[in-house]
């Protein structure tokens, strides 16, 4: 039997960049297309940029926890993060390629595919981002 696949749907965002940022995941299970949980995480004061790689790590941790052996797909619409670890662009930035070295290590064992997606398939992540943005705390449901 092949190993469940999971996608992570992620985003982040800032208000002023920096200033206050959020970010959203959402994690879905690829065949019956059940969402299996939803997380927000209040970054506090960030770029964009950081915010976006917060929510593809909550994601990608929250998938991890809840299928140790699934196979994830990681869809964003951060052409920077999935070009970054995917390894088709370099990251210069140190708190990028720190946020990228715990991201390689969190994921280390499991087959992981980076997707870009235009910002309107990411509407889920996106109002995720917003409300723990909203809410000025992390949530997770």
């Not at 506090?44 to 990608?60: F, H, K, P, Q, T």
């Not at 210069?92 to 980076?114: D, I, N, S, W, Y």
């Not at 235009?118 to 705390?137: G, Q, S, T, V, Y």
């Amino acid at each position: 039997m092949s190993p469940r696949e999971l996608i992570v749907e992620a985003d982040g965002g800032s208000r002023g960049n920096p200033g206050q940022a959020g970010s959203g995941a959402v994690v879905i299970d690829a065949t019956s297309g059940e969402i299996l949980a939803e997380i927000g995480v209040y970054v506090g004061v960030a770029s964009n940029n950081v915010a976006e790689y917060r929510g593809m790590l909550a994601g990608v941790g929250r998938a991890i926890a809840l299928d140790p052996e699934a196979v994830l797909r990681v869809r964003m619409d951060s052409k920077l993060v999935v070009e970054q670890m995917s390894g088709r662009w370099k990251i210069k930035h140190p708190a990028m390629a720190e946020l990228a070295a715990e991201a390689r290590e969190l994921l280390t064992g499991t087959p992981v595919r980076f997707e870009w997606v235009p910002r309107l398939e990411n509407a889920r992540a996106d109002r995720l981002a917003n409300e723990a943005m909203d809410r000025r705390e992390s949530f997770e449901r």
